[in-house]
């Protein structure tokens, strides 16, 4: 079941382990972080940049952040300069923090509905479903960039959730 701290638990997660894969494809140069690597978004840019591109869509949702200007088919390309990239996702990492840490139960029930771009319909789910989800779509694309890297000879550090930090804000 999604609770709020469970929601504060996992977006600490979810900053941990950006700054953990955003350090090790920093070790790369541009050329090796575009090159195609066989991942549902090709690269480790593009599937990153999917993964800025998901979370903005889901928060525009869930807290009123701006929402993306393209849909699926350009979430790829929607940050395509590597500076700017990691500037955007350290920013959107601490608002999530900040969300996750205002959020109370309340927060939680209902249904969210929206339109889906991937369905290309209206859709309503349980907002806590919704939430997981958001959490689930990061972990996921991250341990395909974390495979992409290995590959590259990048050296990403540990991914186990009980490793990160009691301390990690």
């Not at 894969?21 to 480790?44: E, H, K, P, V, W």
């Not at 996750?100 to 806590?128: I, N, Q, Y």
């Not at 495979?147 to 540990?158: E, H, I, V």
Request: net charge negative; proline share 5%; hydrophobic share 40%.
């Amino acid at each position: 079941m999604m609770t709020p701290e469970l929601c504060r638990t996992l977006a600490r997660y979810n900053r941990w382990q950006n700054l953990n894969l955003y350090g090790a494809a920093s070790t790369l140069d541009d050329t090796a972080r575009r090159q195609d690597r066989g991942g549902f978004f090709r690269s480790i840019q593009e599937t990153l940049s999917h993964l800025v591109w998901g979370d903005q869509t889901w928060m525009s949702r869930f807290a009123g952040w701006e929402k993306p200007a393209v849909g699926i088919p350009g979430s790829a390309a929607f940050m395509p300069l590597w500076d700017e990239m990691c500037a955007r996702r350290a920013e959107m990492d601490g608002k999530l923090v900040i969300w996750a840490d205002t959020l109370e139960e309340p927060d939680l029930a209902g249904e969210l509905a929206w339109f889906s771009g991937a369905l290309g319909r209206d859709v309503s789910r349980p907002k806590a479903m919704c939430v997981m989800h958001m959490f689930n779509h990061q972990t996921h694309h991250r341990g395909q960039v974390h495979a992409m890297l290995t590959a590259a000879g990048a050296k990403p550090s540990d991914t186990d959730l009980f490793v990160m930090p009691e301390d990690f804000s």
